[in-house]
């Protein structure tokens, strides 16, 4: 069974950090990918962020460029999505999803986990 686990959200003021994980289980952790979703409120689902350990590709939107960061823990099949600078607007849910790949002509497995709150505060 695929498992999507999100921790690490929270309250935090403007031009603060947090640290999110997702913990992935139940698929070749090696042959896939991690995507990171922002979900703000009443809006769709964007995504944010793409690991993908094979070949270590990395991808970010424009909106969080130079202000997130990737990473993974290969050992406990975990990736992590550093967030520096935060602002408002990254107020959210944020989610993690297993896609075939970070490249254009990937697509997404159809499995999430249930989301981490953040709230940024001004």
């Known amino acids: 069974e695929i498992q999507l686990v999100e921790s690490g959200g929270g309250l935090v003021q403007a031009g603060g950090s947090l640290r999110l994980s997702c913990a992935a289980s139940?698929?070749?952790?090696?042959?896939?990918?991690i995507v990171w979703f922002h979900q703000a409120p009443g809006r769709d689902r964007d995504e944010v962020s793409c690991f993908a350990r094979s070949g270590g590709r990395t991808s970010y939107a424009d909106s969080v460029k130079g202000r997130f960061t990737v990473s993974s823990d290969y050992a406990e099949h975990t990736v992590f999505l550093e967030m520096n600078n935060l602002k408002p607007e990254d107020t959210g849910v944020y989610s993690c999803?297993?896609?075939?790949?970070?490249?254009?002509?990937?697509?997404?497995?159809?499995?999430w986990g249930q989301g981490t709150q953040v709230t940024v505060s001004s």
């Open positions: 999803g297993a896609r075939t790949g970070c490249s254009d002509a990937d697509y997404n497995l159809g499995y």
């Open positions: 139940g698929f070749p952790y090696d042959d896939y990918a």
